[in-house]
């Protein structure tokens, strides 16, 4: 098992910049980490994914271009660069690892979340 615990929501004008981070604890190097957003009676969405292989990023149509993710694993972190954002952008943010991924974008894949970061963006 792996813990794991996101930073750096808030609330942002559209085309404003935020960096969310998920850090961490337990064995890193060879966790596959996820970032998924909700939003209140909607479903959860794939955002961007980082293999440990590689690394190997995934992201979603609609931030590809905008969004960047990464990982450092001296820190035991995984970061998600937001530019751009939208306010479609807005969500609750949650991380998720797996060590088994083998779909990256499908949540069920992932045995541990964190307990969510709020984005808000305003028009």
């Known amino acids: 098992q792996v813990q794991l615990g996101e930073s750096g929501g808030g609330l942002v004008q559209t085309g404003a910049s935020l960096r969310l981070s998920c850090a961490a604890s337990?064995?890193?190097?060879?966790?596959?980490v996820a970032w998924f957003r909700q939003n209140p009676g909607k479903e959860r969405e794939f955002v961007a994914a980082?293999?440990?292989?590689?690394?190997?990023?995934f992201y979603t149509d609609s931030v590809k271009g905008r969004f960047t993710i990464s990982r450092d694993n001296a820190k035991n972190t995984v970061y998600l660069q937001m530019n751009s954002l939208k306010p479609e952008d807005t969500a609750a943010y949650y991380c998720?690892?797996?060590?088994?991924?083998?779909?990256?974008?499908?949540?069920?894949?992932?045995?541990?979340w964190g307990q969510g970061t709020q984005v808000t963006v305003s028009s």
């Open positions: 998720a690892g797996t060590y088994k991924a083998i779909n990256v974008r499908r949540g069920s894949e992932y045995d541990n």
């Open positions: 337990g064995h890193f190097n060879t966790l596959t």
């Open positions: 980082i293999s440990w292989v590689g690394p190997t990023s």
